[in-house]
């Protein structure tokens, strides 16, 4: 029985990270590049009046610090979402998943820089693995300058990585309902995607006339699926399970974003690129899990946090 309830708690965090996964592509579908601003109004134009609706009680609750503190964190949420969005139109749907991956090693990295303590070798030989491994993806196996699109998402995964620590650190916004939080980061960000979208292309509501029942869709998944079923699934998995056996579960999207990626995209990978792939996934996960085990031994037990939703 306890083998059947674990697995059933698992089952919605996988899921997540399938969805996620299925991201980078759906972003492919829905947008290019001068029309990427205008489509992020759009994605969380949808989500925002029913988050509200939910964070009503929280949002009242809130100081005003805590409402600054919040929206601090929206800005660079939306240099997150625009960094990754730009990226994913501008390399192929699996590179973008694998690259942005590196925020599980780039988080521990900047973390023991920030608290001046020292990570264990084999961390460091799993960051420098990780590195290897998106140089032979990028470059295709070759001596290749990486894309545009891949240099975004490098970019993403440095922002991301920021956001998350900010998450750790600003104090105004420690004991905050996470939903509530969590509307102020997006309806902060959404502002600055409409306060930039008469410069940055079509505006939104020409972009949402442009669109056929096949664009909806993949925007209603983005919308439905990667953000609010994500989030609501994260807040409840915490609490059902370990935030450690969460955050490993959600580390299977780059698998999931280079399933996708093949076989729904036809992206190709050469057999260098394949096995740099490969060393991303694999670094990635050793990094995590030593990453982890070094927070068990100093915390007993650890409690670490899940990983913000990406684009």
């Known amino acids: 029985m306890r083998t059947s309830s674990s697995f059933l708690r698992d089952v919605p965090v996988l899921l997540v990270a399938v969805v996620w996964g299925s991201s980078f592509l759906a972003v492919q579908q829905v947008a290019e590049s001068g029309t990427v601003v ?17 964070a009503h ?9 805590e409402w600054l503190g919040g929206a601090l964190l929206g800005l660079v949420l939306a240099g997150v979402f625009l960094l990754e969005t730009y990226g994913a139109v501008h390399t192929s749907a699996t590179n973008a998943g694998l690259i942005i991956s590196l925020t599980m ?12 303590t020292a990570l264990p070798r084999t961390f460091l030989a799993a960051a420098g693995l990780a590195v290897v491994g998106v140089a032979l993806l990028t470059g295709d196996g070759g001596l290749k300058a990486p894309t545009p699109g891949d ?49 940055a292309g079509p505006l939104p509501w020409t972009v949402a006339a442009s669109y056929g029942p096949a664009e ?82 100093e915390t007993k037990p650890v409690e670490a946090a899940s990983e913000p939703a990406p684009a």
Not at 38 to 54: E, H, K
Not at 57 to 65: F, G
Not at 105 to 116: D, W
């Open 57 to 65: 009680r929280a949002l009242r609750a809130m100081s005003r610090a």
């Open 105 to 116: 090693v780039f988080t521990p990295l900047a973390e023991s820089v920030l608290t001046r």
């Open 151 to 199: 240099l975004l998402m490098l970019g993403a995964a440095v922002v991301r990585t920021a956001h998350v620590l900010a998450m750790a650190r600003v104090r105004a916004i420690r004991s905050t309902d996470s939903l509530g939080l969590t509307w102020v980061q997006l309806a902060t960000a959404t502002v600055v995607f409409a306060a930039a979208a008469p410069f």
């Open 216 to 297: 909806w869709a993949w925007l209603l998944h983005l919308a439905l699926l990667c953000t609010l079923f994500a989030f609501f699934v994260q807040m409840w998995a915490v609490r059902a399970t370990s935030p450690s056996r969460v955050s490993l579960l959600l580390g299977t999207e780059p698998v999931w974003a280079a399933v996708f990626g093949i076989t729904l995209a036809g992206n190709h990978l050469g057999p260098l690129a394949l096995v740099g792939g490969a060393l991303v996934l694999g670094a990635t996960e050793w990094g995590r899990r030593t990453a982890v085990g070094t927070e068990r031994d």
């Open 38 to 54: 205008a489509m992020l109004v759009l994605r969380f134009g949808l989500v925002l009046p029913v988050l509200g609706l939910l």
